[in-house]
């Protein structure tokens, strides 16, 4: 099956049609989102205030559509310090992208990472809210609401709480449920921030960049290490053994994303780490991981310089049937772009431009998606300083920045896309931190949800173009009875209810020939934010989708045909496609 | 160009490198200095604040290519980037701008070039007939024609560059990257060993790197601090640099004259200088400033027995030994030396009483070496 994949996507050299108009038009107010961040003070005068919150797309009610999650924060660490806390927000899409606030599931906390999966087997797609001190299980219930089932950290008032950033659900063990993997960032006492300086006398150590007093850290505080659960797959988890992690140092992480990173059919994690080198940790298909970044070229930038990595995109950039990575990271410092190669990845960073157009950005939650549909890849970044202090003159950045997209093919330079149309998400100079990625309108194309430090939340519906696409939804084998899936006996791997960890190929016809699209299905994409399960094709404006192969957790194969373009279906492992529908 | 700059006065300006007076180029060294240690600390906005205007047409620096290539580098980092090339552009055509100015205005370039993803354009401009950097002797050269050539995926073609950087420039800021992107290179020939001991000297730089720049931070907040002065001769000492960190410890001495530990330290720098004069000078002003200086005490006394001054040595060992704690190293290897100093005199049994207090206090050398 690899080998017919390979030699598939060895001759995907077609190009899908001439390049469509495109931007993501931000129409969060008109249609009912109205969700403001808060991120306490304006100042920024502790690290925690800085780092937002992130965002969720999950289907709640089981009606087919994509809602919203929106994890907050407080106004003040002495709020948090006096036990005060909040809960995270909901809000339901009526299916085209109209949305109504619902009560949260009221919890209390300062809320920061979100992750979606089947954590119960029930076939609905369940939450994991982290923050600091906290980390939660959230089961979808039968009306939709989401009820707390585990509490897995429960520190906020410590002086050390656990600050969990970004999450990730995804079978690392592959017996069919979903586990857990936190990120962790460093040790920061909410009650007694260090301010102004680290140390004490004449070794103190001024909290400085660039000359200007910021907030002190990450360097110089003490970093926390990431922690993994197992899932039992009725919604309770287990914590394992650190070592299991492979012995990876801790970092201050910031960014996780789960991927099949050496083709080898199980799940494995890249790890972006702020102001230190970025983790790889290649999994065993049985819950332990092994530590390559080095070994694999992704954990330090092209120049040799650990950098302060703040999100992970995964997708198949240019379109060779392998993963490649695109790593976030802070001003100074360039996005960059990593290509799977045969061992390892490559640096695209330079060949691709990326460093000129990114230097000065900080940048956050990260897609590699195909927005316009063109059968290429874009990459979207989340931009935004995390010093107001950088609109003071001679910094070279800005606290405020607008969102990017970057069109990354056919040709391989990086080319910016989007940003002319009135309301577009990619023109105001803001400052965005978590992204969720999914189709919120039905039209097939992919959207985004972004949250801002202290602002308002942006929905950023893809418009223009006249791209064909096809959306798939992949679903685990049926459990009998619903709800009781338990490992197989004879430990042989099984696809987790929602499909998690499955990898499709799409193999296109366009006018010069053929061409073939690479996904997998992740939900732990974004900065602290949770995507769409809903695997998004571009087919260009003239594109037939020919053929789907699937790799299934459980390593079966199996090839669809049958697909029709303007389509969304939902396929389940054995059974082909179980649902279509026409999209909007 | 900018209005500010008229470009043919510019050019005029760069006529002369040679500054007026040996005061005056005593100023402009200091303030090169600074501007560099500005950039390195990521300060552009220090050196714009007065950078500008000194290499402006008229200004004091305005004939200096290295000021500018240097206020070039902050305006790009601050963002601005097209007076950063316009500036460059006034001052490359100039041959009159001495060797390391002209050097210096190429290596802007490069930068520049590299921060743009220009690789074509950094080879171009540093790149000689034979690929050797047309700068060999500035370390930057090798730097930047290796980064285009690691950033273009080609880890074999910059693992010579980056050698013989690291060579020029041991303890530069980038040298724990070079050693990173050296161990890049030996794991894609395989050479796993080589890749983790150029990865570990990697991490080492970086430990050293971070320590460095922090100590500078200090200085630069406190000047007069002499606490981030001593730590700063003891990472010079540490990286075997000992004239580095002589060269701290004297501004240490001339700015808090009574600190008696960065005494020690410049006996001990001074020490591995091979001046065991100007040694024992630093070891005596610290004992004067404090007798408790365990270290100067041992150390004047080494140097004294050297020097045949077995009575001095002497006086300071028994002091040792009678003040220190017990257990103190410098108390323990007092007591052998006194032993040994016993031995050759032919006082044996003073000798051996000696060397078994030394023995008992946990030391193991013999007493006849």
């Known amino acids: 099956m690899r080998r017919v994949l390979l030699a598939c996507l060895s001759a995907s050299c077609a190009d899908a049609g001439p390049r469509l108009p495109f931007d993501l038009v931000d129409e969060a107010e008109a249609r009912g989102l109205s969700h403001a961040n808060r991120s306490g003070g304006p100042k920024k005068a502790t690290i925690l205030e800085a780092n937002g919150a992130g965002v969720a797309l999950l289907d709640l009610e089981r009606d087919g559509d994509l809602d919203v999650v929106l994890a907050q924060g407080l106004s003040s660490l002495t709020e948090l310090c006096a036990g005060g806390g909040t809960d995270i927000d909901v809000f339901l899409n009526d299916g085209a992208a109209r949305f109504t606030r619902t009560p949260g599931p009221g919890l209390s906390g300062w809320w920061t990472g979100l992750a979606t999966g089947d954590v119960d087997g029930d076939g609905d797609a369940d939450l994991v809210a982290g923050g600091f001190g906290r980390l939660v ?45 936190a990120g962790l960032y460093l040790d920061l006492d909410p009650c007694a921030p260090p301010l102004g300086a680290l140390g004490d006398g004449a070794l103190a150590v001024p909290c400085e960049w660039k000359g200007l007093a910021v907030y002190c850290g990450p360097r110089g505080l003490s970093p926390q290490a990431d922690r993994m659960w197992r ?44 102001s230190s080198p970025n983790l790889l940790l290649i999994g065993d298909g049985a819950g332990a991981f092994r530590e390559l970044a080095y070994a694999a070229g992704v954990a330090l930038g092209a120049d040799g310089r650990p950098q302060a990595g703040m999100g992970i995109a995964v997708g198949d950039v240019d379109r060779d049937g392998r993963f490649d990575l695109a790593i976030t990271n802070f001003s100074d410092e360039p996005t960059e772009l990593h290509l799977g190669a045969d061992v390892g990845f490559t640096q695209a960073t330079y060949r691709y431009g990326l460093s000129r157009e990114t230097q000065r950005l900080l940048s956050w939650s990260a897609h590699l998606a195909d927005f316009d ?93 006249a791209a064909r696409r096809l959306a798939v939804r992949c679903l685990g084998p049926r459990a009998d009875p619903p709800g009781a899936r338990s490992a197989d006996p004879t430990g042989a791997p099984r696809t987790p209810a929602d499909g998690m ?73 054995g059974e082909g496609i179980v649902r279509r529908e026409e999209l909007r | ?15 002369s490198p040679v500054p007026a007076s040996p005061s005056a180029g005593q100023a402009r060294d200091a303030r090169i200095a600074a501007w560099t240690e500005a950039l390195e600390l990521d300060l552009a906005a220090q050196v714009l604040r007065e950078g500008p205007v000194l290499v402006a047409p008229g200004g004091a620096l305005a004939r200096d290519g290295e000021a500018l290539a240097l206020v070039a580098r902050a305006l790009y980092r601050a963002g601005r980037e097209t007076e950063a090339d316009e500036l460059l552009a006034s001052a490359a055509p100039l041959p009159e701008a001495g060797a390391a100015g002209r050097a210096a205005v190429e290596l802007a370039r490069a930068w ?84 983790r001991a150029r990865r570990e000297r990697a991490e080492a730089a970086g430990r050293w790197q971070a320590y460095y720049r922090t100590r500078r931070l200090q200085i630069r907040r406190d000047p ?108 323990v290897n007092a007591l052998l030396l006194l032993a040994r100093l016993a031995d050759r005199r032919g006082e044996g049994e003073r000798a051996e009483g000696l060397h078994a207090d030394y023995r008992a206090r946990g030391g193991t050398e013999p007493l006849r070496p």
């Not at chain 2, 160009?1 to 006529?15: D, G, K, N, Q, T």
């Open chain 2, 224 to 331: 007069d601090a002499p606490l981030p002065r001593l730590g700063l001769a003891q990472l010079w000492m540490e990286a075997e640099e000992p004239a580095r960190a002589a060269e701290v410890l004297a501004e240490l001495a001339r700015r808090a004259p009574g600190f008696a530990p960065g005494w020690t330290l410049l006996g001990e720098a001074r020490r591995a200088l091979d001046d065991p004069h100007g040694a024992r000078e630093a070891y005596t002003r610290a004992l004067e400033l404090d007798p408790e200086e365990r270290l100067a005490r041992h150390n004047r006394a080494v140097l004294d027995l050297a020097a045949g001054r077995e009575a001095d040595a002497e006086r300071d060992l028994a002091w040792l030994v009678e003040h220190a704690p017990e257990r103190d190293p410098r108390a």
């Open chain 1, 373 to 465: 549909g063109d059968g290429w890849l874009e990459l979207f970044t989340a931009n935004g300083h995390v010093y107001p202090q950088a609109d003071e003159p001679n910094t070279g950045t800005s606290y405020g920045q607008p969102d990017t997209l970057w069109h990354l093919g056919p040709e391989p330079r990086a080319r910016p896309a989007g940003g002319a149309r009135a309301g577009s998400l990619l023109a105001a100079p803001l400052g965005s931190r978590g992204s969720a990625l999914g189709d919120l309108d039905g039209d097939g194309a992919p959207d985004l949800v972004v949250t801002r430090i202290d602002g308002p939340t942006a929905l950023g519906l893809a418009r223009g173009g």
């Open chain 1, 231 to 274: 899932g039992r797959g009725d919604g309770s988890f287990e914590e394992l053994d650190p070592a299991r992690l492979g012995a990876a140092p801790a970092g201050y992480t910031l960014a996780v994303a789960p991927f099949d990173a050496d083709g080898d059919g199980d799940t494995d994690l890249a790890v972006a780490a702020d």
């Open chain 1, 501 to 573: 960890g499955t990898r499709l190929v799409l193999v296109v016809a366009a006018t010069g020939g053929e061409f073939a699209l690479l996904d997998e299905v992740q939900t732990a994409r974004g900065y602290q934010s949770a995507s769409t399960p809903w695997s998004h094709f571009g087919l260009g404006e003239r594109g037939t989708p020919l053929r789907l192969f699937v790799c299934w957790p459980s390593t079966r194969e199996e090839t669809l045909e049958g697909l029709r373009a303007g389509e969304r279906i939902w396929i389940r492992e």
């Open chain 2, 1 to 15: 160009m900018s209005a500010r700059w008229p470009a043919a006065l510019a050019i005029a300006s760069l006529a």
């Open chain 1, 137 to 181: 299980v959230l089961v979808q219930q039968d009306g939709g609401e989401l009820a707390p089932a585990a509490e897995l950290v429960s520190a906020p008032s410590s002086p050390a709480p656990p600050w969990i950033t970004s999450l990730a659900l995804f079978d690392a063990d592959r017996d069919g449920h979903l586990d857990l993997y």
């Open chain 2, 112 to 195: 520049i070039a590299l921060e743009r993803d220009d690789l074509g354009g950094v080879r171009a401009l540093l790149a000689g007939p034979d690929g050797a950097p047309r700068f060999p002797k500035a370390p930057e050269a090798w730097l930047y024609l290796a980064r285009s050539f690691a950033r273009a995926g080609e880890a074999a073609r910059a693992a010579p560059l980056l050698e013989r950087f690291l060579e020029l420039a041991p303890h530069h800021g980038e040298a724990p990257a070079a050693w990173y992107l050296l161990a890049r290179a030996a794991l894609e020939q395989g050479d796993l060993e080589a890749a």
